[in-house]
């Protein structure tokens, strides 16, 4: 056995999830080992849809614009029913992102890939087995190609290993609860030609339903000067393996030992698409495709998580299955340097905190998704006529399919309420912008402080947080009406904010003011020039529609007698709010560092 290699964490899996998670590692300085059983970055097409949400997250760590670039812009969704056009699903949102980013998997393994530095993934790689300590990991990888074997010490282990994840399967009571489909399903990408294959959109995603099931033709991309799409649909109606299927290995994914003919795919196509004529060539060749609908018992043990499809997996329907990792990732990644570097005053709560507001969000997403492909996909003439009524309907109403859109498009998505780094709203804090929700992007603020050699700086809220790692930012919003004097909390603020001593990497401060109390165009004079713990920027228009005023909800309290709140926003480093409190005295600023020493270390402790 080679030498002994010690790091910070162990990541299994090189795929997506992982890949990101290990990007997300190497970005707050902190040290890894990647193995993953492939001999590099997949070919195939596979998870295609990357959804709002997760273009904001990736947008947050300095990634979208490489997606950006290789990606096709989706503007909703058209459906046919036996061959009629029922009408379309239209992408809106509030998000700098109102569309689906389609984008093979391919194409983004490869960028995270590259942006992570290919030499740092340990290819044709496998975990064989780890032990837990009170110290950290103690794994053995093999080389698959010699079989040569390498021991990794490692503070923590990651599980981003797939279906059948090694690092789930070795820890022998962690259980992947759920069940198998024994319905086939095709999945292959595709050309189109014939006389009706114009209908099929290149700039929309189509879904062709039948009698007896449907049929997804998404547009993936060029590929040799002509458009491409993945197609997914079933092969047989709806049918689950055995009752025991809940104790058997998974069989979710490609099914290397089954096949299908593309004279069969085509009798299909024909079918479903009738009385359209379309013809379909396929490019890579045509796969059987096996759904499980799995959850694992836990996201976590001890100093082990899973994520991505290795802690679930579904239905397709919907395209959330990656977007769920990516978020996964995202979630544990800032709580796991902030124990790393000892920045935690309960680590133990932080890391639990991971599987606590994840499970919910995702059994959430498996209830969705089971649903609607059960339901899609029953041989029943009357049930069918049913879906065909019911969706008729829905593609009428603006609102609904408004709310269905913003659903898919994970917009609405909140950190369940029970998790314990998430504070309790106030009794009195009515209209304010809840704990466990996004904070939406704003329209732009300006820097209060410059030199004679920078020009104004006018930047949006999620520009000024963008690239913080495991920071938190502490809001003081004291915008206010040009009639009112300046908002009287912000030296209190500063002041605490600077004795209370948190590490810099940690929480950062933030005073936002109406640009007309900013008398002038510098630090105010009882803070520090040189101390940058705190920043000040000023707001222009507070009434704007998305000024982050109104994001807030302190809009509506800027008539207030005798003079109107402020409110303290602290927003996680997954810009999402941990905390919010109306400020209606200096003494309502503790409650926001009291909340913060929970879990975040301060020099005061």
Same mark, same amino acid.
């Given at each position: 056995?080679?030498?002994?290699?010690?790091?910070?964490?162990?990541?299994?899996?090189?795929?997506?999830?992982?890949?990101?998670?290990?990007?997300?590692?190497?970005?707050?300085?902190?040290?890894?080992?990647?193995?993953?059983?492939?001999?590099?970055?997949?070919?195939?097409?596979?998870?295609?849809?990357?959804?709002?949400?997760?273009?904001?997250?990736?947008?947050?760590?300095?990634?979208?614009?490489?997606?950006?670039?290789?990606?096709?812009?989706?503007?909703?969704?058209?459906?046919?029913?036996?061959?009629?056009?029922?009408?379309?699903?239209?992408?809106?949102?509030?998000?700098?992102?109102?569309?689906?980013?389609?984008?093979?998997?391919?194409?983004?393994?490869?960028?995270?890939?590259?942006?992570?530095?290919?030499?740092?993934?340990?290819?044709?790689?496998?975990?064989?087995?780890?032990?837990?300590?009170?110290?950290?990991?103690?794994?053995?990888?093999?080389?698959?190609?010699?079989?040569?074997?390498?021991?990794?010490?490692?503070?923590?282990?990651?599980?981003?290993?797939?279906?059948?994840?090694?690092?789930?399967?070795?820890?022998?009571?962690?259980?992947?609860?759920?069940?198998?489909?024994?319905?086939?399903?095709?999945?292959?990408?595709?050309?189109?030609?014939?006389?009706?294959?114009?209908?099929?959109?290149?700039?929309?995603?189509?879904?062709?339903?039948?009698?007896?099931?449907?049929?997804?033709?998404?547009?993936?991309?060029?590929?040799?000067?002509?458009?491409?799409?993945?197609?997914?649909?079933?092969?047989?109606?709806?049918?689950?393996?055995?009752?025991?299927?809940?104790?058997?290995?998974?069989?979710?994914?490609?099914?290397?030992?089954?096949?299908?003919?593309?004279?069969?795919?085509?009798?299909?196509?024909?079918?479903?698409?009738?009385?359209?004529?379309?013809?379909?060539?396929?490019?890579?060749?045509?796969?059987?495709?096996?759904?499980?609908?799995?959850?694992?018992?836990?996201?976590?043990?001890?100093?082990?998580?899973?994520?991505?499809?290795?802690?679930?997996?579904?239905?397709?329907?919907?395209?959330?299955?990656?977007?769920?990792?990516?978020?996964?990732?995202?979630?544990?990644?800032?709580?796991?340097?902030?124990?790393?570097?000892?920045?935690?005053?309960?680590?133990?709560?932080?890391?639990?905190?991971?599987?606590?507001?994840?499970?919910?969000?995702?059994?959430?997403?498996?209830?969705?998704?089971?649903?609607?492909?059960?339901?899609?996909?029953?041989?029943?003439?009357?049930?069918?006529?049913?879906?065909?009524?019911?969706?008729?309907?829905?593609?009428?109403?603006?609102?609904?399919?408004?709310?269905?859109?913003?659903?898919?498009?994970?917009?609405?998505?909140?950190?369940?309420?029970?998790?314990?780094?998430?504070?309790?709203?106030?009794?009195?804090?009515?209209?304010?912008?809840?704990?466990?929700?996004?904070?939406?992007?704003?329209?732009?603020?300006?820097?209060?402080?410059?030199?004679?050699?920078?020009?104004?700086?006018?930047?949006?809220?999620?520009?000024?947080?963008?690239?913080?790692?495991?920071?938190?930012?502490?809001?003081?919003?004291?915008?206010?009406?040009?009639?009112?004097?300046?908002?009287?909390?912000?030296?209190?603020?500063?002041?605490?904010?600077?004795?209370?001593?948190?590490?810099?990497?940690?929480?950062?401060?933030?005073?936002? /003011?109406?640009? #007309?109390? +900013?008398?002038?165009?510098?630090?105010?004079?009882?803070? *520090?020039?040189? =101390?940058?713990? %705190?920043? &000040?920027?000023?707001?222009?228009?507070?009434?704007?529609?998305?000024?982050?005023?109104?994001?807030?909800?302190?809009? /509506?309290?800027? #008539?207030? +007698?005798?003079?109107?709140?402020?409110?303290?926003?602290? *927003?996680?480093? =997954?810009?999402? %709010?941990? &905390?919010?409190?109306?400020?209606?005295?200096?003494?309502?600023?503790?409650?926001?560092?009291?909340?913060?020493?929970?879990?975040?270390?301060?020099?005061?402790?």
């Amino acid at each position: 056995m080679n030498a002994i290699e010690n790091v910070d964490v162990l990541i299994s899996g090189g795929g997506p999830v992982g890949l990101f998670f290990a990007y997300r590692m190497a970005c707050l300085g902190h040290t890894f080992y990647l193995c993953d059983k492939k001999s590099g970055p997949t070919d195939e097409t596979r998870a295609l849809a990357m959804t709002p949400r997760t273009m904001e997250t990736l947008e947050s760590h300095s990634i979208a614009q490489h997606i950006m670039k290789e990606a096709c812009v989706l503007h909703g969704a058209q459906i046919y029913m036996n061959g009629k056009k029922l009408g379309t699903m239209d992408a809106c949102g509030d998000t700098n992102y109102p569309h689906i980013t389609a984008i093979p998997q391919s194409r983004t393994e490869a960028i995270l890939s590259r942006l992570l530095d290919a030499d740092k993934i340990h290819r044709e790689t496998e975990l064989v087995q780890y032990e837990q300590n009170d110290n950290g990991v103690d794994a053995i990888v093999r080389d698959m190609n010699h079989g040569t074997e390498k021991r990794i010490q490692a503070r923590y282990i990651i599980g981003a290993d797939g279906s059948h994840s090694a690092v789930r399967k070795l820890a022998s009571d962690w259980a992947y609860e759920g069940y198998s489909m024994a319905t086939r399903f095709v999945v292959g990408d595709v050309f189109v030609s014939g006389k009706d294959a114009d209908k099929i959109q290149n700039h929309r995603g189509n879904m062709f339903v039948g009698s007896d099931g449907w049929l997804g033709v998404i547009p993936a991309g060029e590929k040799d000067g002509q458009f491409y799409y993945r197609m997914f649909g079933n092969l047989e109606a709806y049918q689950l393996e055995s009752d025991k299927s809940d104790l058997k290995d998974p069989t979710h994914g490609i099914s290397r030992n089954d096949s299908v003919s593309l004279e069969e795919v085509q009798t299909i196509v024909n079918k479903r698409l009738s009385p359209l004529q379309v013809t379909v060539k396929d490019i890579n060749g045509l796969s059987i495709f096996r759904i499980n609908e799995r959850k694992a018992h836990g996201f976590r043990r001890n100093r082990a998580f899973v994520m991505g499809d290795a802690a679930h997996c579904h239905s397709p329907v919907g395209g959330q299955g990656l977007n769920l990792g990516i978020q996964d990732a995202d979630n544990l990644a800032w709580k796991l340097s902030l124990v790393l570097n000892g920045h935690s005053s309960d680590p133990e709560k932080l890391l639990d905190s991971y599987s606590i507001e994840r499970e919910p969000i995702v059994a959430a997403t498996l209830k969705t998704t089971g649903s609607a492909t059960r339901y899609s996909l029953m041989k029943i003439s009357v049930i069918s006529t049913l879906i065909g009524l019911v969706m008729s309907t829905v593609l009428t109403f603006d609102r609904v399919k408004k709310n269905l859109m913003s659903a898919v498009f994970q917009l609405e998505t909140q950190i369940p309420k029970e998790s314990a780094i998430l504070s309790q709203p106030a009794n009195d804090a009515t209209g304010l912008i809840e704990p466990g929700h996004f904070m939406r992007e704003t329209t732009v603020l300006r820097k209060r402080d410059f030199t004679d050699d920078i020009l104004l700086q006018r930047t949006t809220l999620h520009e000024t947080l963008r690239g913080h790692g495991s920071r938190h930012t502490m809001m003081l919003i004291c915008t206010r009406p040009s009639r009112y004097d300046p908002c009287p909390w912000t030296r209190d603020f500063y002041e605490k904010f600077t004795k209370h001593g948190y590490p810099p990497v940690a929480v950062r401060g933030m005073v936002i /003011e109406s640009s #007309w109390h +900013a008398h002038q165009s510098r630090k105010p004079e009882y803070a *520090v020039s040189d =101390d940058y713990t %705190v920043s &000040y920027w000023v707001e222009e228009h507070w009434d704007g529609e998305k000024s982050i005023t109104k994001r807030i909800g302190l809009a /509506e309290h800027m #008539w207030d +007698a005798p003079e109107p709140p402020a409110a303290i926003v602290v *927003v996680r480093p =997954d810009l999402y %709010v941990a &905390y919010s409190s109306y400020i209606r005295s200096a003494g309502d600023i503790d409650q926001a560092f009291n909340f913060l020493d929970g879990y975040i270390h301060n020099t005061t402790n």
